[in-house]
C-alpha cells in the first residue's frame, strides 16, 4: 500500500489502544444514571419479557459506571427467585455502529441478545426487533438558580406564551409529585405572569408536559408535539439542558419569538438566536455545493430508523433527474478519514437519525448535508423558497410528513439557474436521455481533436488510482488442493 493509502488508515493496534476523550465537566455520576428506582424498573423489564440474555449500552462518557451497573443488574437478577433456571447474562456495549443515541441492534445481534438496555440520550427511532428499555439519567438542577435566572428576564415573559423544554435528564422534574415538586414549580412560574405556560419533557419525541392556563393545571400524556407546533410564533420558548446537537435540533425545528437557554451543570441562562449562528449560514453554502455535484454520495448511518429506504430512494430519483450519479455508501460512524477515501464524490447526503447530524463538519474534504438540505437542493418545489423551519427528522420530507414537496421530475429542466459558488450556469438534464446536455460543474469543457466535447479534468476514478487492492489473478493460477485443517483448541493440537 502506498503512502496516500496508509495516510487513511491505522492499525489494529491503534484501534484498540486509542484513549476516548470524555469532557470532565460534563461527566455524570453513577447516582445519577443508576439509582434504586432505576434498578427497580429495569429488572421489572427484564421480568416482564422472560429476557435471558441482556445488552447494555452506553454512551462514552457512562463507559466508566458501566461494568458496576452490570454487576449489580446480574447479582439482583441471578438471585432472583421467580426467574425460571436458566442463568440471566448480562452484555456491555461500549461502541455503536452509528451514534450513542441510536439503539445498537447490530453489535446485541452478535452476542444473540433478546433485549437492550439504552442508557443516556436517545433518539427513540422505531427498533425493527429486539425490546428495548430506556434508561434516562435524572440530572441534578437548583431550582432557586433557574428561577432567578426567570426573573431577570421576566420583562420577555410576561403576557407571551412561555413553553419550557425539559431534557431527558431532567424529566424528573415533573415526575417528583412526592416531594412537592410540581406545586413549588407552578407557584414560581406563575410569578412570570405569563398569558399560557407549557411544560413539556423533551425526548426527541414528546410525550408528557404540564400545562398551566388561566390557573387550570394538568398533566398530559402521549404525544404533544402535533400541539405544541400549532402554537403560532410569538411564543417565547426556554430550554433546560446543554448546548448541543439536541437544542440545535429543536430550536431549528420549533418556530418560536425568543430562545433562551438554561444549562443546569454552567448555571447558566442566556438567550439564543438558532437561524443567526454561523454554522447555519455555512449550511446554505454546502446547499449550493450539493447542486454543483456531480456525484452524490447517500451515507446510511441507521439501518432501524423507519422511511430510510424510501428516502434514499427518493434521493436517488431527484439526483438522477438532474444529471448527477450517486452512491451508497454504508461505513457506520463517519470520520474524515473514512470519507476521504472516495475522492471522486463531490458532496455527501447523511441519512441518519435527528441527533446523528454533522453541522459543523468543516473538518472533512467534502461538504456533508442533511436529507433536507439535498432535498432543497435537487428538489425544484424549494427553489426561491425560505421553509418557514429547519427540518432535521428526514421522515418529513416524505409524503407523510409536515415538510413534504412533491418532485416533479419534468420541472428539472425548466430550473437551469447560476451557481452562487462559482458563477457558472447549470443546466440541469436527467441521465436516462442521451440528447440533452449535460452541464457538470466541476469539468472544464474544451475541444478534443476531433472536434468531439471531452472533459479535461475528469477528476480522478478508480481505474486511474495508484492501490487498486490485492490482485485476485483469476483464471492464472491452478486451484488449491483440499488437505484436512488442524483439530483441537489453539494450545494443544490432535496433530502436527
Keep these: 500500500m502506498n503512502s496516500t493509502a496508509t495516510a487513511f488508515s491505522s492499525s489494529e493496534a491503534a484501534t484498540l489502544e486509542r484513549q476516548v476523550e470524555i469532557d470532565k465537566d460534563i461527566l455524570v455520576s453513577y447516582e445519577e444514571i443508576w439509582s434504586k428506582e432505576q434498578r427497580e424498573n429495569c429488572i421489572k423489564w427484564i421480568r416482564s419479557n422472560s429476557l435471558k440474555r441482556v445488552c447494555l449500552q452506553f454512551p462514552d462518557d457512562y463507559l466508566c459506571h458501566s461494568e458496576a451497573i452490570a454487576t449489580d443488574l446480574r447479582d439482583e437478577l441471578n438471585n432472583d427467585n421467580e426467574l425460571e433456571s436458566s442463568e440471566v447474562k448480562i452484555f456491555i456495549l461500549a461502541d455503536t455502529s452509528y451514534g450513542s443515541c441510536c439503539v445498537d441492534e447490530i453489535a ?126 410569538s411564543r417565547v420558548c426556554v430550554f433546560v439542558g446543554r448546548d448541543n446537537i439536541r437544542f440545535s435540533n429543536l430550536s431549528l425545528s420549533t418556530k418560536a419569538k425568543k430562545w433562551f437557554i438554561y444549562e443546569p451543570h454552567l448555571n447558566s441562562f442566556q438567550e439564543k438566536n438558532p437561524l443567526t449562528a454561523n454554522y447555519i449560514r455555512r449550511r446554505y453554502y454546502y446547499i449550493e455545493k450539493c447542486k454543483d455535484a456531480q456525484t452524490l454520495g447517500l451515507i446510511v448511518a441507521t439501518l432501524n430508523a423507519k422511511g430510510y429506504l424510501e428516502v434514499v430512494k427518493r434521493l436517488q430519483t431527484m439526483a438522477k433527474s438532474r444529471g448527477i450519479r450517486t452512491q451508497l455508501i454504508s461505513v457506520g460512524r463517519i470520520n474524515p478519514a473514512k470519507l476521504a477515501n472516495f475522492l471522486e464524490i463531490d458532496c455527501f447526503v447523511l441519512v441518519g437519525c435527528p441527533f446523528n447530524s454533522n453541522l459543523n463538519s468543516k473538518e472533512f474534504y467534502r461538504p456533508i448535508v442533511s436529507v433536507f438540505e439535498a432535498e432543497m437542493a435537487l428538489n425544484p418545489s424549494w427553489h426561491s423558497r425560505y421553509p418557514e423551519v429547519y427540518v432535521t427528522d428526514f421522515k418529513q420530507v416524505l409524503p407523510d410528513g409536515r415538510s413534504y414537496m412533491e418532485f416533479n421530475a419534468d420541472d428539472v429542466i425548466k430550473t437551469n439557474d447560476i451557481s452562487l459558488v462559482d458563477g457558472r450556469v447549470r443546466l440541469c438534464g436527467s441521465m436516462e436521455n442521451d440528447n440533452k446536455e449535460t452541464y457538470l460543474p466541476e469539468y472544464a469543457l474544451t475541444k478534443a481533436p476531433r472536434m468531439e466535447v471531452m472533459s479535461s479534468n475528469v477528476g480522478l476514478k478508480f481505474e486511474d488510482r495508484t492501490w487498486l487492492g490485492l490482485d485476485p489473478a483469476l483464471g492464472q493460477t491452478e486451484p488449491a488442493k483440499i488437505q484436512k485443517g488442524l483439530n483441537g483448541i489453539p494450545i494443544r493440537y490432535t496433530h502436527d
Design 108 to 233: 446485541a445481534a452478535h452476542v444473540d441478545a433478546d433485549g437492550i438496555l439504552h442508557f443516556g440520550y436517545a433518539c427513540r427511532s422505531q427498533s425493527s426487533g429486539l425490546p428495548v428499555f430506556y434508561c434516562f439519567p435524572q440530572l441534578s438542577i437548583d431550582y432557586e438558580e433557574f428561577f432567578d435566572h426567570l426573573s431577570n428576564f421576566k420583562e420577555h415573559f410576561e403576557g407571551e406564551t412561555v413553553v419550557i423544554y425539559l431534557d431527558i435528564g431532567y424529566h424528573h422534574v415533573l415526575e417528583a409529585k412526592h416531594n412537592g415538586t410540581n406545586e413549588l414549580l407552578l407557584n414560581d412560574l406563575k410569578t412570570l405572569q405569563c398569558k399560557e405556560l407549557h411544560v413539556i419533557e423533551y425526548s426527541g419525541t414528546n410525550y408528557g408536559t404540564l400545562t398551566h392556563s388561566g390557573g387550570q393545571v394538568m398533566m398530559k400524556s402521549g404525544d404533544f408535539q402535533a400541539d405544541i407546533n400549532e402554537l403560532d410564533e
